[in-house]
């Protein structure tokens, strides 16, 4: 991801460097000769070991904890399921009827190189294809923008075609929501409006968060 701060890295993997082959000497130097240059490039593959050992579980699962953002990675983790809501200017070619608002939800999966996000309804399925952080330092907000392709559900794709779009989502309320809106190809727009629900990340739209309003407007 861009906004990462490649030289705060790097002095962070040299301090880390440095003390672990400062315990190292410590240790090793009651039993072991430290006399000419090449035994004190020895404990160096120790080093790389253990730096590559920091680094994997960084990756995979510091890079989350609360207190490292913002000052050392620069955006937050939204992993999990938001659900919310999606207002829209669609109208359904066959009845000209404009529907309410939409019950959604937005599944999240955020490591720290990659973000994608699927958003569900009960009458598709929205999934990213490329997504990223915007960031403002000036103004001190965060956004995520990503471009999808929605596939309606089979049996609506006659007044719902398959299109793309993008969105753009302003993370506010300390993290725990989503404001934003979305535009698409068939020249339709629209706001999203999304609460933190849980870290499970579902992979399928339940009946419970409600029917799509043009299933009814449409018989």
Known sequence: MKYLNTK????????????IYGVYFVFSSSYAKYENFSDFLKPLSIVVMVDA???????KW???????????????????TWKGVLKSNWRCPNTGKK?????TILTINQ???????VMRTGEMCSESFTSGFIL??????????????????????YRSAPH????????????????GEYWSSRETTGTIHLKFWKKEKLDIYLDEFGEHPMSTLDK
């Open 99 to 103: 529907s309410n608002e939409i019950p």
């Open 136 to 157: 403002n330092l000036e103004t001190d907000s965060t956004h995520i923008v990503y471009s999808y392709k929605s596939d309606p559900k089979a049996d609506i794709k």
């Open 164 to 179: 793309f779009g993008t969105a753009k989502l302003s993370v506010v309320n300390n993290k725990s929501m989503l404001d």
């Open 53 to 59: 050992f920091i680094v994997s579980i960084f990756v």
């Open 8 to 19: 705060l890295y790097i002095w962070a993997l040299i301090i880390i460097s440095s003390i």
């Open 62 to 80: 510091l890079w989350k904890l609360k207190l490292l953002y913002p000052w050392f990675v620069p955006f937050p983790d939204l992993n999990g």
């Open 111 to 117: 490591t720290f190189t990659n973000v994608s996000c």
